[in-house]
């Protein structure tokens, strides 16, 4: 069971980063997949889930509008296409395949984890 994250990097405030996750399709295929953060001295937090089908989405109130998560079941890959990025999103960011085929934002109804992108916005 492999999940891949890519994408990271370091950008100005306001810039755009799209982070990556690749996964094996026993991981993914009937699964919902979800994208976590985790900034240095923080819990981690939730930041987007989608369902199985990409058509049910779930986003943490401070990505709403900003940030947009979407699968591509084909190849096996869902992506965060982040827009107005703020210093607050600074973090490592996970990526995550749910234990059902809903979106989630409850971490522990996630199953395999991602080994994580850094995501660095400078103000």
């Known amino acids: 069971v492999q999940l891949q994250a890519s994408g990271g990097g370091l950008v100005p405030a306001g810039g755009s980063l799209r982070l990556s996750c690749s996964t094996s399709r026993r991981t993914s295929s009937n699964n919902g997949m979800g994208w976590f953060r985790q900034a240095p001295g923080k819990e981690r937090e939730f930041v987007a889930s989608i369902n199985w089908r990409g058509a049910d989405t779930l986003y943490a109130d401070s990505v709403k509008g900003r940030f947009t998560i979407s699968r591509d079941t084909a190849k096996n890959t869902v992506s965060l296409q982040m827009n107005s990025l703020k210093p607050e999103d600074t973090a490592v960011y996970y990526c995550?395949?749910?234990?059902?085929?809903?979106?989630?934002?409850?971490?522990?109804?996630?199953?395999?984890w991602g080994q994580g992108t850094q995501v660095t916005v400078s103000s």
């Open positions: 995550a395949s749910a234990l059902s085929s809903s979106a989630s934002a409850d971490d522990s109804r996630y199953r395999y």
